[in-house]
């Protein structure tokens, strides 16, 4: 009896030393990982850590932990130049899993103090973020504020507001001989009503997009 339980053991003792990652193969599956994109440009030393075994969708995995080692021009880019530079790794992974048994979970990017942590699982779930001096960074963050203003739909939303402004540069211009012959109480309401017969707004919605436009024209 004592010696089944000898075999028995041993052979369990085999397959868990079989599940468990080999960690050289890990070191050089990363390190082939992010040989791409613009990450390698930057980074000097990759080092790995195994946590123990988790649950996931896929089963139960070792989550790996990445830190790289960054060199000084990595720390002179902008929060923008960071999040483009990982982006364009992680684009070019086939997926975050390792192997069979371990999975990428963190990723910290680290030089003179500074640290950059990045999370796989919200890459995985397709909003991809950056941690950066523990602000989170998203590809929504570095939209140009012009970008949204010029975007923005009226409410009937079939044009936006840099369309409708346009169109009544254009008729103020067509009308008033380029502004030589401009009487606001009359021309104004003529230009808003034309842009509300054009683009179906009211001629009020028509006059405030102008005037808003105006503004950021003249604020920027």
Known sequence: MKKYSLVLLAIMFAFLVGCTPNLNDLQENVEDDFQNGDL??????ISISVGEKTETNEGDLYP?????????EF???TEEEIYKAAESTFMEFDDFYLDPNSFYETLMLKNEGNTYEIEFASIQNNSFEIEIDGIVYSAESFVPEETEETEEVTENGS?????IYE??????????NYG???VP???DLEVAELASENFNISAQEAGDIYIEMEMNQYNN
């Open 40 to 45: 390698a440009n930057y980074i000097e030393e």
């Open 159 to 163: 044009a936006t507001k840099e369309e």
């Open 185 to 187: 109480e009359l021309h």
């Open 180 to 182: 030589e012959t401009y």
């Open 64 to 72: 790996v932990d990445v830190t790289a080692n960054v060199n000084k």
């Open 167 to 176: 169109f009544m540069k254009l008729k103020y211009d067509e009308i008033t």
């Open 75 to 77: 720390i002179s880019l």
